[in-house]
């Protein structure tokens, strides 16, 4: 019986439970899901998960930074941090949202309509907090990897600090994603927020996470300073 009205549930709730179950809308919400890195949705995640592919934001005239993308208040001792995504040019395309407490990171990035090309792409963070050098952004240097691990998420001697799920970038160019990671602290001295600050970098391509020394993930096209 129970099992009987889980399926009803399954039935009358349409995708949203789908999604909740993890199988048969897979194809459809794989980017969304993938990016919650297998963590359960809640029960009423449909607008949540289409919020992370499927919400476009109004371009912004003359490459403006684009308005602050939506995030929930931070509770009591939750550290945040906002910062511009710098495209290949140096003008902001979107905005990253960091929230971190003593165990986990999480990162809302939101990328406009029209600066990214449509698929996966690879997103790290990297070790120092400069994006001066537009378009080639190696000024960001590697990885964060205080713990010398190799790279990948899926690597047996990985993650290292740096490695995040991949972000899916919609036929319009756009991205609104939350991605997390348990290997990585805002502050302390190994944090995101230490001495010379760190950089969350978007690659051209998705990242495989095993092969070295990135997973194939190419060219950086996106950087924000995390300070
Ligand atoms: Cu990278």
Redesign the pocket.
């Known amino acids: 019986m129970r099992r009987f009205a889980s399926l009803m549930a399954l039935a009358i709730a349409g995708p949203a439970l789908a999604q909740a179950y993890g199988y048969p809308a897979l194809a459809i919400a794989g980017p969304a899901l993938a990016q919650t890195h297998g963590h359960s949705p809640p029960a009423n995640a449909g607008p949540a998960l289409a919020q992370t592919h499927s919400q476009p934001i109004p371009a912004p005239a003359g490459g403006q930074a684009p308005p602050a993308a939506p995030v929930p208040p931070a509770p009591e001792g939750i550290e945040t941090v906002q910062a511009p995504l710098l495209g290949p040019t140096g003008a902001p395309i979107g905005q990253i949202h960091i929230r971190g407490s003593a165990n986990a990171t999480v990162v809302r990035i939101t990328v406009n309509p029209g600066t990214l090309r449509p698929g996966w792409h ?3 963070f ?1 070790a120092v907090g400069d994006c001066s050098d537009h378009g080639q952004f190696q000024a960001s240097k590697g ?1 964060v990897n205080n713990l010398v691990k190799k790279h990948g998420l899926l690597h047996p001697e990985g993650p290292d600090e ?1 490695d995040l799920p991949n972000i899916f970038a919609a036929a319009d160019g756009s991205v609104n994603a939350e991605v997390s990671s348990l290997a990585i602290r805002m502050l302390g001295p190994n944090g995101l927020r230490d001495a010379d600050g760190s950089a969350l ?1 978007i ?1 051209a391509n998705e990242d495989d996470h095993f092969n070295q020394p ?1 997973g194939n ?1 190419g060219g ?1 096209v996106a950087c924000a300073v995390v300070r």
Do not use: L
Request: net charge positive; hydrophobic share 35%; proline share 0%.
């Open positions: 690879g997103a790290h990297h990885h740096g970098v690659h990135i993930a950086r």
